[in-house]
């Protein structure tokens, strides 16, 4: 089965505020985690990225949070826009270069 | 720079049909990958390459054939189409070069539906 899966499968957030989207993973080993937006129709997008040796990174707008203890990965989207609107994937690396895929959260974003 | 590009983007096949789905990329990767999207499901790992003439299977390789002739080129052959193949495909590639946070580049996709 999969090792890496989202809590929920949708968010609706209004535009503006902030948009938590989180991921619960059970390889203990893993040492790589990276977070993909998918817009309908195109191929995953790279967002952000973090090492198991960090527990938070900051991007443009989007922080990722690392929970060893728990096995627990968050995005969080600051001022959620429109463009936000997609599905959202937390991937691990699992074996060398082989990445684990999450099911997705589809986020909505509301006017 | 077009980074990774994937043609046809659509085809529908009849069951026991073949097809190449090709896979290119100009960024000097040396590890590409082959995925597959089920509806509302993550991306299944199908094959990897690490190199020009080195292939290795993923999660699902049932079904499926690759070959990496050359860097760029990384090519999916499905035999016998089954309706089970119906997904969409997606290639990916990645420098090899980041040890374990080496960040993979998805190209835009083929929607194959096979009936």
């Known amino acids: 089965g999969e090792s890496v899966g989202l809590h929920l499968p949708t968010l609706s957030v209004q535009e503006g505020d902030n948009s938590i989207i989180n991921c619960a993973y059970s390889n203990s080993a893993s040492d790589y985690f990276i977070w993909y937006k998918q817009e309908s129709g195109k191929g995953p997008q790279f967002i952000i990225d973090i090492r198991s040796n960090m527990d938070k990174r900051q991007g443009q707008r989007v922080t990722v949070l690392l929970n060893k203890t728990v096995k627990h990965l968050s995005l969080q989207i600051a001022a959620t826009q429109p463009g936000d609107s997609a599905v959202y994937f937390c991937a691990e690396n699992i074996f060398r270069y082989k990445l684990s895929f999450g099911a997705g959260t589809t986020v909505t974003v509301r006017a | 720079n077009a980074g990774v590009t994937q043609t046809p983007k659509f085809r529908i096949l009849k069951i026991g049909q073949s097809m190449t789905l090709q896979c290119a990329q100009d960024?000097?990767?040396?590890?590409m990958y082959w995925y597959r999207q089920d509806p509302g499901m993550g991306l299944k790992l199908i094959y990897y390459s690490v190199g020009a003439g080195i292939t290795d299977k993923g999660e699902v390789p049932n079904g499926y054939n690759v070959s990496r002739s050359t860097t760029e080129d990384f090519p999916l052959r499905l035999e016998l189409a089954a309706p089970s193949q119906t997904s969409v495909y997606f290639c990916?590639?990645?420098?090899?070069?980041?040890?374990?946070?080496?960040?993979?580049?998805f190209g835009p996709g083929t929607r194959l539906t096979v009936l």
């Open positions: 990916a590639s990645s420098s090899g070069t980041g040890g374990a946070a080496d960040t993979q580049y």
């Open positions: 960024m000097n990767h040396n590890y």
